[in-house]
């Protein structure tokens, strides 16, 4: 496993998000044959972005975070900046599509992230 990717568990899942900028996360589990299949681009993408945490979550041995998410296909990407999720997402992706959310998630403005998300509570 690449230096940056982390395994997530009830006791560092909210250490983890709350201490660092980007989050991206592949919600997986052993007996899934596309999660065997993501796993190489998800190592590979996590070598060459050492400026975020990468972390897998077995959803079999954290049936709560999973649950939680509403997590019901894996695999599973989510990705959180600066405390708040802002993609999440089933389903296998290449190392480009990795990328380009990547970079859209590093230009986002949270603030106004923070503002959308407000706005759509005070809607609802």
């Known amino acids: 496993m690449a230096d940056n990717v982390i395994k997530l568990d009830k ?13 991206m996360i592949d919600f997986w589990a052993p007996w899934c044959g596309p999660c065997k299949q993501f796993a190489p681009i ?16 077995n959803t079999d041995e954290e049936p709560e975070i999973a649950a939680s998410f509403g997590i019901q296909s894996i695999p599973t990407v989510g990705i959180f900046k600066e405390q708040t ?29 923070r503002k959308e998300i407000e706005s759509q509570k005070g809607d609802a």
Request: charged share 30%; proline share 3%.
């Open 11 to 23: 006791t560092n899942f909210e250490n983890t998000i709350n201490n660092n900028k980007i989050v």
């Open 42 to 57: 998800f190592e590979e993408f996590a070598s060459k972005n050492s400026d975020m945490i990468f972390a897998k979550v």
């Open 85 to 113: 999720l802002v993609f999440l997402e089933p389903g296998m992706l290449p190392e480009e599509g990795l990328e380009d959310i990547t970079s859209q998630v590093k230009k986002l403005d949270m603030d106004e992230v």
